[in-house]
């Protein structure tokens, strides 16, 4: 029968999101192509873990290894290029995130199967899966189909597939004896490492001003920071100005910052790449000032303003420091 | 330390206009301005950094048209000792992998410790080039590097993983590492420098050179094929508030007002 594996994604003992984005997608895909579901599940201890993932697929691959227990790329690759020769699945689902960019491009290589990467849909049209990917920063989309192959890899995007609510599958749980014979000679995993809380905690701000590059310089930053102070919120940031050093990591939204909910979030100059507005998009109210009407933020945003921010936000800071002193 | 900095001349697309070409497979590219790619910048400063304190060398090389010798010029200007440009007709249309392997051919016989490359381009953003050029060598990649220390043997690095958080791995020498942005500060290069470094030795190598066969390359060599390109369908768009300056302010205002937030 023909089968479609997902990888469950996991950390420190919890499930990542993602791995039920791509149990709901491989769900709908398996339906469509009459395939089963299968989830794998590879890691140390993992029994407990496996019974929820059976709620969500046909059956739950379980490989038990101490040498799984936290992710390294080899050993993955090593027990993955087993199960997927073995089993020669059609599709195989990996999430685009930190463990799937470290994984899929050389494991797919070493199996020489197609893969197609960070993936925001995936169908299949005769057996063979087109994929629908963002280029250039989110502002072109395109339609690519792999080359025609017995087994495929598609990675994911996290948080693009919305997980619905379904009838539990009572999924069997298999569980297959590590392949993992010798050591993993060329990686070690050594520890994970969290870098210090800072003095400003954005995710319990109400109202957050969010700088993006457009700001240009340093020298440029007063312009936010009373913007922020005139309404009594926090500012935040989109990643290349945490690179450049002008505001510090723990102000930075997104991916691999923090994600934030205010009442208000305010994007001045920030393009709206994904990595950015999954970190902010279920924010109450967003407003976004960027002088590209292209800007991909502008699909997020509730209210936008197409103009130059050096124009807009100083008149802007002072409208609100009027409103204020008149009200109060 | 002998490095290997792989580097794409790529659009800079954040603030221009974008349509899509005739072909429906390709973006008009006439009016755009082609710069290293952001995440390769930071690779080359890598490179150059760990050159400054370990010794060694460093050689920067693309796969690209030759305008991308703009690219490679900026990165020998930056502190880099050789480049090598691969260009060939046959070379175009290729996708990541058939580009891993384009490169690959080109670096096997290179003496090297580490080679470097971007966490991912920003025109087709694969995320995956290295890593596949890793597996084509045989050796191991660790992607999405925040931190390098070198030592003997192998590299310590950090990962970067989602929310913050980081993973610290060993990886053995010689290895393949994918750097994140904000692992240094690119350091900056005059025009002046830029032309000073036209000494340097920029090689220029195609297909035959590489004992690659057509097919390998381009779309025959590749895992994806390009059906269409199209600006993305609007699901849900913000309401522009429109008019100079205090009037769109005082549009904001109103907002916030209503919803009590000043
Ligand atoms: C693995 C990974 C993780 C990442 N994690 C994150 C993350 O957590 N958070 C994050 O933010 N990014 C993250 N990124 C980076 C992300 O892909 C984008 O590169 C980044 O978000 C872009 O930041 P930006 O919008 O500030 O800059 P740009 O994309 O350069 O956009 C600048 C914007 O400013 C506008 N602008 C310029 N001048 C003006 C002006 N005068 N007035 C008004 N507007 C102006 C431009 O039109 C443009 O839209 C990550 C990337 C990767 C690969
Ligand atoms: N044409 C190319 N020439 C040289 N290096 C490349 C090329 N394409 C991609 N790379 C390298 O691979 C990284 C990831 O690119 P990608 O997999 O295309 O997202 C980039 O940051 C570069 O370091």
């Given at each position: 029968m023909t089968e479609i594996l997902v990888l469950a994604e996991h950390r420190r003992g919890e499930f990542r999101d993602v791995t039920f984005e791509m149990l709901t997608k491989g769900r709908e895909l398996s339906q469509k192509i009459d395939?089963?579901?299968?989830?794998?599940?590879?890691?140390?201890?993992?029994?407990?873990?496996?019974?929820?993932?059976?709620?969500?697929?046909?059956?739950?691959?379980?490989?038990?290894?101490?040498?799984?227990?936290?992710?390294?790329?080899?050993?993955?690759?090593?027990?993955?290029?087993?199960?997927?020769?073995?089993?020669?699945?059609?599709?195989?689902?990996?999430?685009?995130?930190?463990?799937?960019v470290d994984l899929a491009p050389s494991l797919a290589t070493e199996l020489n199967v197609p893969l197609a990467t960070d993936c925001i849909n995936v169908d299949f049209e005769e057996k063979k899966p087109i994929v629908v990917r963002q280029v250039y920063g989110g502002k072109v989309n395109v339609k690519a189909s792999l080359h025609t192959s017995e087994s495929y890899i598609v990675t994911l995007r996290p948080a693009t597939f919305e997980v619905?609510?379904?009838?539990?599958?009572?999924?069997?749980?298999?569980?297959?004896?590590?392949?993992?014979?010798?050591?993993i000679p060329y990686k070690k995993f050594v520890e994970y490492y969290e870098p210090p809380a800072g003095e400003v905690d954005i995710t319990a701000a109400n109202i957050l001003v969010s700088v993006g590059r457009g700001i240009k310089d340093t020298e440029n930053m007063p312009i936010v920071e009373k913007l922020a102070g005139a309404l009594g919120g926090a500012l935040a940031c989109s990643r290349p100005i945490v690179d450049k050093g002008w505001l510090p990591s723990d102000r930075q939204v997104g991916t691999s910052g923090k994600t934030v909910k205010p009442k208000l979030y305010l994007a001045v100059g920030i393009s709206g790449a994904f990595q950015h507005v999954s970190g902010m998009k279920n924010s109450d109210l967003i407003i976004a000032i960027n002088k590209d009407s292209k800007a991909p933020i502008f699909r997020a945003a509730d209210y936008g303003?197409?103009?130059?921010?050096?124009?807009?936000?100083?008149?802007?800071?002072?409208?609100?420091?009027?409103?204020?002193?008149?009200?109060? | 330390m002998d490095t290997i900095v792989c580097v794409k001349h790529v659009p800079e697309t954040a603030e221009a206009e974008i349509a899509v070409d005739s072909s429906g497979k390709g973006i008009?590219?006439?009016?755009?301005?082609?710069?290293?790619?952001?995440?390769?910048?930071?690779a080359i400063e890598e490179a150059v950094l760990m050159k400054e304190k370990l010794g060694g060398s460093v050689t920067v090389i693309t796969m690209g048209p030759e305008d991308?010798?703009?690219?490679?010029?900026?990165?020998l200007a930056k502190g880099a000792d050789k480049a090598i440009r691969l260009t060939d007709k046959a070379f175009e249309r290729s996708d990541a992998y058939a580009t891993a392997k384009i490169l690959h051919k080109a670096i096997k016989d290179l003496p090297f410790n580490l080679i470097l490359t971007g966490t991912q381009a920003s025109d087709d953003g694969y995320a995956q080039v290295g890593v596949i050029l890793a597996e084509l060598l045989g050796i191991p990649h660790a992607t999405m590097v925040k931190k390098i220390e070198s030592k003997e043997e192998f590299v310590r690095v950090n990962r970067e993983l989602e929310g913050g958080l980081e993973q610290v791995m060993e990886v053995k020498l010689p290895a393949m590492l994918?750097?994140?942005?904000?692992?240094?500060?690119?350091?900056?290069?005059?025009?002046?420098?830029?032309?000073?470094?036209?000494?340097?030795?920029?090689?220029?190598?195609?297909?035959?050179?590489l004992g690659l066969k057509e097919e390998e390359v381009g779309e025959s060599g590749s895992w994806i094929t390009m059906e269409e390109m199209f600006i993305p369908p609007v699901e849900k768009e913000a309401e522009i508030l429109t008019g100079g300056p205090d009037e769109i302010a005082a549009k904001i205002v109103e907002t916030l007002k209503a919803r009590g937030l000043v």
């Open positions: 395939a089963d579901l299968t989830a794998v599940l590879l890691g140390h201890n993992v029994k407990e873990f496996a019974k929820k993932l059976a709620d969500h697929a046909k059956k739950v691959l379980t490989v038990d290894d101490a040498r799984l227990e936290d992710f390294n790329a080899e050993a993955y690759q090593k027990v993955l290029s087993h199960l997927i020769s073995e089993r020669k699945p059609l599709l195989t689902l990996i999430g685009h995130t930190s463990f799937g619905q609510e379904v009838e539990p599958l009572g999924g069997e749980i298999i569980e297959i004896p590590s392949p993992l014979k010798e050591d303003v197409v103009e130059d921010l050096f124009k807009v936000v100083p008149t802007l800071t002072n409208k609100i420091l009027e409103e204020k002193k008149s009200s109060s | 008009k590219t006439e009016d755009l301005v082609f710069d290293i790619n952001e995440w390769d910048d930071y991308a010798d703009k690219t490679l010029r900026k990165c994918a750097v994140q942005t904000g692992i240094n500060e690119p350091r900056y290069v005059s025009i002046m420098g830029i032309r000073k470094a036209r000494e340097k030795e920029l090689k220029v190598l195609g297909l035959g050179d």
